[in-house]
């Protein structure tokens, strides 16, 4: 029995049974076939940020999500403008005669890119909104493990001045500063942040909103530049 190399294989071979999949590259910006062999890139990028896959698994640190089938049809047409004048087909196929082809999509392509589309934004928007939390907390390292505790003993010394809050008492006191001080301070502070993190908890919920209400390609760009502007 002759065993065919799998890098002789059709496409359509290749990526039978394996889960459909979009993807990030990982922090150190590898990607998923270095450490899968059989996981096999497609040509689709999206966004410039998410790529699609087929992979007999989920490989984690990949931000790796399977997607149904349908959502990956619409993928097809991802990038493409209805109507649109290219030198390829809506497929990204090369058109041999290097003519200008007008791309010109049916009314279920068009239905199944805007599903698509607004999968995939939703997907962005939580990798942005999930960057700039962090981003928010960077700053603060470790410390941030102990703000529960630095707010529940300000605000039980700001109701009673002659309570056990050892924790910000020795805080006070490295810092030659009173108790009543810092305890005013932490709950200032504290009120800072919440009113940071509710703003943004806000705008992705908006976002999200108008990817629910939206119903053509068109809102659906202008909703995804601006979540890559933020």
């Known amino acids: 029995m002759t065993t065919i190399p799998e890098v002789d294989l059709p496409i359509?071979?290749?990526?039978?049974?394996?889960?459909?999949?979009?993807?990030?590259?990982?922090?150190?910006?590898?990607?998923p076939n270095t450490f899968m062999k059989?996981?096999?890139?497609?040509?689709?990028?999206?966004?410039?940020?998410?790529y699609v896959g087929y992979?007999?698994?989920?490989?984690?640190?990949?931000?790796?999500?399977?997607?149904?089938?349908?959502?990956a049809k619409g993928l097809q047409s991802f990038n493409i403008v209805n109507h649109s004048f290219k030198r390829y087909n809506q497929y990204n196929e090369a058109n041999k005669d290097n003519e200008k082809l007008e791309i010109i999509m049916s009314?279920?392509?068009?239905?199944?890119?805007i599903a698509s589309k607004k999968v995939i934004i939703n997907f962005e928007l939580i990798r942005v909104y999930d960057k700039k939390i962090k981003e928010l907390y960077i700053d603060y390292g470790r410390e941030a493990d102990t703000w529960i505790?630095?707010?529940?003993?300000?605000?039980?010394?700001?109701?009673?001045?002659?309570a056990s809050v050892p924790f910000i008492e020795n805080l006070a006191k490295i810092r030659e500063i009173t108790v009543d001080e810092l305890a005013t301070k932490i709950i200032e502070k504290a009120a800072s942040f919440?009113?940071?993190?509710s703003?943004?908890?806000?705008t992705k919920q908006k976002f999200s909103d108008r990817v629910k209400k939206a119903n053509t390609n068109e809102e659906l760009n202008?909703?995804?530049?601006?979540?890559n502007k933020m």
């Open 194 to 197: 919440n009113l940071t993190m």
């Open 107 to 113: 009314d279920e392509d068009i239905k199944n890119q």
């Open 199 to 202: 703003t943004m908890i806000g």
């Open 149 to 162: 505790t630095q707010l529940d003993e300000a605000k039980l010394f700001k109701s009673d001045s002659n």
């Open 55 to 71: 992979t007999p698994m989920i490989i984690e640190g990949f931000n790796m999500i399977e997607i149904p089938d349908i959502i």
């Open 222 to 227: 202008d909703i995804l530049n601006e979540i």
């Open 12 to 31: 359509k071979d290749l990526i039978e049974g394996k889960k459909v999949v979009i993807y990030t590259a990982s922090n150190k910006g590898e990607f």
């Open 38 to 50: 059989t996981f096999i890139p497609s040509s689709i990028t999206l966004n410039g940020t998410w």
